[in-house]
């Protein structure tokens, strides 16, 4: 048990300490970048959770796309421990002045306010121990600021969103 905490903590550095200027920027398909991270967890799916999609007309952005999936990764595993692995997870896609937006919307019992301001603080985890390094939401951010955009959040109990404005160039 000590040893899969372990080596869950030095991924999560890894991952961590990954992200820097480098790569190259290319057209993205945000919708393609979205169904990619829920092929990957289609068994999750599968049983108890509603995945609703309302994907607009948008263009495609210029971006990192493996640093986008990361995100995407985290934000809907995320919704998906808030939910229990049973509720409904809404995928939104949207254009917002210059910005395409991303909004995942769950189901889950809500992010209490008294730590809303610590949530995407370094290694600040509601996740029980040997659960969560507590990097998931800061590496989203940092993800996201290197693309020029932003990430915000609503959250109250039975419904949690989290925005992702990335620029439309």
């Known amino acids: 048990l000590a040893h899969s905490r372990?080596?869950?903590?030095?991924y999560a550095l890894k991952n961590y300490s990954r992200i820097e200027q480098t790569g190259i920027?290319?057209?993205t398909d945000i919708k393609d970048s979205l169904e990619t991270v829920l092929t990957l967890y289609q068994s999750q799916i599968r049983n108890s959770i509603e995945v609703i999609r309302d994907y607009r007309e948008v263009p495609s952005v210029y971006a990192y796309p493996g640093d986008l999936l990361q995100v995407w990764t985290n934000l809907i595993y995320n919704a998906f421990q808030a939910m229990q692995f049973c509720g409904r997870l809404t995928l939104?896609?949207?254009?917002?002045?210059?910005?395409?937006?991303v909004a995942i919307t769950d189901t889950g019992h809500g992010i209490p306010v008294e730590i809303q301001k610590k949530i995407f603080d370094p290694f600040f985890t509601t996740k029980p121990p040997g659960e969560g390094?507590?990097?998931g939401l800061d590496i989203a951010k940092r993800i996201i600021e290197r693309?020029?955009?932003k990430i915000e959040f609503s959250s109250q109990p039975g419904q949690t969103t989290f925005y992702v404005f990335l620029p439309i160039e």
């Open 6 to 10: 372990t080596s869950k903590i030095i």
């Open 25 to 27: 920027k290319t057209l």
């Open 92 to 101: 939104s896609v949207y254009k917002e002045n210059k910005f395409l937006v």
């Open 133 to 135: 390094s507590g990097l």
């Open 147 to 149: 693309h020029s955009g």
